[in-house]
């Protein structure tokens, strides 16, 4: 048996620099991977096919067969001209529908995953990096090993960041309902030139300042996503979260990705600790304390 975490991952800034022919956006991103994680666990079956199980289910989960692991190994089956036959047990932690990649992440674990269970050589990672860009655009992020990576285009073109230095303290809050990508980039109203321009600016000094190892000293003031605009007048509760962090002790605080998940950096481990206690006591939120890694 192969056993996998799935990682979930913060976006320390996000900005959206224009639209692509082909409907999507591009991006200018920092991804960042942190201590919350679903897990995998994948073993060949002497019977055909492919079994997804997720033990308890989980509210919000598509069907197993539209589930995203299960695309995600029916693709790799089909690129590898393998025939199925596989058990895959999905234990989920991450939060649905919360900007933390879950299900990215979760399609790349089973990528991985099965790549071990059949013993493919390392050549082979181009071929699934590949398989990881047609399934969606945040998995070729957690294909890496790597804690964070500057993204661009849909997300999918990368570029490592060597993390050095001490990272801050990370309190996760879900505010307990989902927000959906779709309806956050049909509300996006477009950042005029001069203020894009602006934020990539920053966006270069922060990803300076992480490899330099100079986050906690002066990158909490550059971190920025551009979805919160069309997210924060519209969900209360993830603006609520984001207003408590702050006033609970947070240096900075941002949503992830198109939401819902509200994220606060916090130079004290000891502030982190009781700022996620007092969150604690939202009503309906899912509270993390945990880290960079």
């Known amino acids: 048996m192969i056993k996998v975490k799935a990682p979930a991952k913060v976006n320390l800034f996000l900005e959206v620099t224009g639209r692509r022919p082909d409907g999507y956006h591009d991006l200018a991103t920092l991804f960042a991977r942190i201590g919350v994680s679903d897990r995998l666990s994948l073993k060949r079956s002497s019977a055909p096919g ?19 692991v299960y695309k995600a190994a029916i693709k790799f089956y089909e690129a590898f001209a393998i025939k199925p036959a596989v058990e895959i047990k999905l234990e989920k932690s991450i939060p649905i529908g919360a900007g933390l990649g879950g299900g990215s992440s979760d399609a790349a674990a089973a990528l991985l995953g ?14 699934l990096m590949k398989i990881a860009a047609a399934i969606g655009s945040d998995v070729p992020f957690f294909m890496l090993d790597a804690a964070a ?33 779709k309806e ?10 001069a203020g894009i321009s602006a934020n990539l600016r920053d966006f270069r000094e922060l990803c300076r300042l992480v490899r330099a190892g100079g986050f906690v000293a002066g990158a909490s003031g550059r971190i ?57 006591r939202m009503r309906g939120c899912k509270v993390f304390l945990t880290k960079f890694c």
């Open 50 to 68: 492919i079994k997804l199980s997720v033990p308890g289910g989980s509210a919000g989960l598509p069907a197993p067969a539209d589930n995203i």
């Open 114 to 127: 099965l790549a071990r269970l059949y013993k493919l050589p390392r050549s082979a990672g181009g071929r």
């Open 149 to 181: 990576a500057e993204g661009y285009g849909r997300g999918e073109r990368l570029k490592v960041l060597k993390v050095s230095g001490r990272m801050p303290a990370l309190v996760l809050v879900y505010p307990g309902t989902p927000v959906y990508t």
């Open 184 to 193: 956050v980039y049909g509300r996006l109203k477009a950042g005029t030139k």
């Open 224 to 280: 920025f996503n551009r979805l919160e605009e069309p997210v924060l007048p519209r969900h209360k509760a993830v603006r609520l979260a984001k207003a408590r962090l702050l006033k609970f002790g947070a240096d900075a605080a941002l949503m992830s990705g198109s939401g819902a998940s509200v994220f606060g950096l916090f130079n004290s481990g000891a502030k982190a600790a009781r700022a996620a206690a007092e969150m604690g």
